[in-house]
């Protein structure tokens, strides 16, 4: 499995937006999240962002902290959902990142928290209360088992702390794209189109705007704006929370063939018909 | 060993991180970081500045009714007493005295100055018991700000009174159905709010913890509990106190009162948590007793968690004391072994409240009666007539119906 910088440099080549859907482990449990990480791979998922259930996800909003909520009280562990991916990641294109609170790493321990999911086949980290001045050893240790340690940009981040955090992240830079929690918005606003022309003023790494986005109308605009990659976390989330087993998996297939739609040029759509 | 000049050095700040030792530091998404970055600077720009100050000393004196006694309990004292007379000698700082009832209105009033002066037009806050709810809705009401208290629904059942006087001054109190709907819950969903409306919101953090620079700004906000007890000692008596007594939940009572004296090594300093149904029961909120070392709401602090790193309810009669993380000064005083933390069963805390009530009029805040409850442990074990000063850090109004639900079944 290539690593997050180097299948970005693949999709980049191609002219290609990254599709990156987050879906949270363990809701509504193990099995379905397997089978939903398997066809968000199949049907255009570039990377997925896999959340482990957290009792206090600051950074989360009422969608997502649901889903936190129910997978806990189903019992769901790190060691069970390594154990799954263990099994799903060798039959699935896409890199896994995984978003997860500061925490539950630092109980384990950082290194064995990070030998553990190295092992699973694991590429990235999204750790949302992590900042800079506190991420210095997990990214020195990640570096050293492969992982690469996606730190995040808000609208409120000085020029002086986009460059220090654009020079530190791996992977990719990590837009927040609204002054809040993660969750459903109406609307993308205006200022993610010059927050990226800022960051992209002092960095050439892919930069993956997220929070907020939950239509393919707004992740063609966030494209539009210049972004290497998409991130839709909340609509993914709801989807896997309504309806029969069968519906939700369902919801989740077609979300993510019309959201990848969205993102692709007409010239890369023919190439994949004509196949 | 750490000398005590090192202890002194590290408790009048913390490092560039913002930690006391480990301890500390900022661990809370990037959207907050230059408005913790800007609430640093204002705090250091504005807390000595003249006007400030001036501003501060007259609504302390006036408005909050500073200095707080420092008062004998002749009654409580004669209870402790050895057979021939000689015993402990116990002093209350009383600042269940102050305009709302507890300390917390020094950090409130503090705070919201430094909030005019930032240009915030809108407050928020947690509140466990009510108490910092209070203080915070009483202080906005006074300079005309918006305020917005996030409480957990529990927590809103058993402090009903609360909830109404918050409502009264014209704050909205927006219920946490989160978890088990405790003081946790209401702090992340503070956070939560911040995190969105953080360009035109401050935050009145009420507990000497979460993210650096709060832990720091609450404490010298309440630091004023010290040294008037040291002024008043001198006065009384010639010395310092030999004993500090406080409870401890997230624990800006017992910094208020211990950070004055840090550097006094002839001064115990003992802090007492909620031990709950007892500490080797699953209901309990002792973190410095029973916790691990984690980071919870901004901080890296004891923390009560599972063998999975999932932050564990807590649990306490006191709805103030009902958290499972505590200030990373706390932490730290208590690696480095500077000051002693022991924990007490709410039948205990219970018990002390009524022996309070009975023996000195004076109804404690259940908080408050968990320090009370500890000199039954502690005064047998004195030699001499060392003087004791126990933080009366808030009053009991507030707890009555919740105490009488028990004793009256």
Known sequence: MTSISAHFQTLRDRQQCALIPFITAGDPNL?????????????????????????????????????????????????????????????????????????????????????????????????????????????????????????????????????????????????VSVTGVTGIRAQIQDRVKDLITDLRSVTDKPIGVGFGISAPEQAHQVMEWGADAVIVGSAFVKRLAEGSPTERLQAVEKFCQELKAAITPVSLQQVGSAK | MVSIQDIKTATVQPDSLGRFGKFGGKYVPETLMPALSELEAAFHQYRNEPSFQAELQNLLRDYVGRPSPLYFAERLTTNYARPDGTGPQIYLKREDLNHTGAHKINNALAQVLLAKRMGKQRVIAETGAGQHGVA???????????????????DMERQALNVFRMKLMGAEVHPVEAGTGTLKDATSEAIRDWVTNVETTHYILGSVAGPHPYPMIVRDFHAVIGVETRAQSQEKWGGLPDILLACVGGGSNAIGLFNEFVHESSVRLIGVEAAGEGVDTEKHAATLTKGKIGVLHGAMSYLLQDDDGQVIEAHSISAGLDYPGVGPEHSYLKDLGRAEYYSVTDKQALDAFQRLSQLEGIIPAL?????????????PQLKGNPRIVINCSGRGDKDVQTVAKVLIP
């Open chain 1, 31 to 175: 099995k379905t999240t397997a089978e939903a990480l398997r066809i968000l791979d199949r049907n255009g998922a570039d990377f997925i962002e896999l959340g482990i259930p957290y009792s206090d996800p600051l950074a989360d909003g009422p969608v997502i902290q649901a889903a936190a909520t129910r997978a806990l009280q189903k019992g769901t562990k790190l060691e069970q959902v390594l154990e799954m991916l263990e099994a799903v990641i060798p039959t699935m294109k896409a890199p896994i990142i995984l978003f997860t609170y500061y925490n539950p790493i630092l109980h384990r321990g950082i290194k064995t928290f990070l030998l553990k999911i190295a092992a699973a086949g694991v590429r990235g980290l999204v750790v949302p209360d992590l900042p800079l001045e506190e991420a210095e050893e997990l990214i020195q240790t990640a570096a050293s088992f492969g992982i690469e340690v996606i730190l995040l940009v808000a609208p409120t981040s000085s020029k002086d702390r986009i460059l220090a955090i654009a020079r530190q992240s791996q992977g990719f830079i990590y837009l």
């Open chain 2, 136 to 154: 915070t809705a009483t202080v906005c009401a006074r300079f005309g700000l918006r305020c917005v208290i996030y409480m957990g629904v529990h």
């Open chain 2, 367 to 379: 908080e408050t009666a968990h320090a009370i409850a500890y000199l039954e442990t502690l005064c």
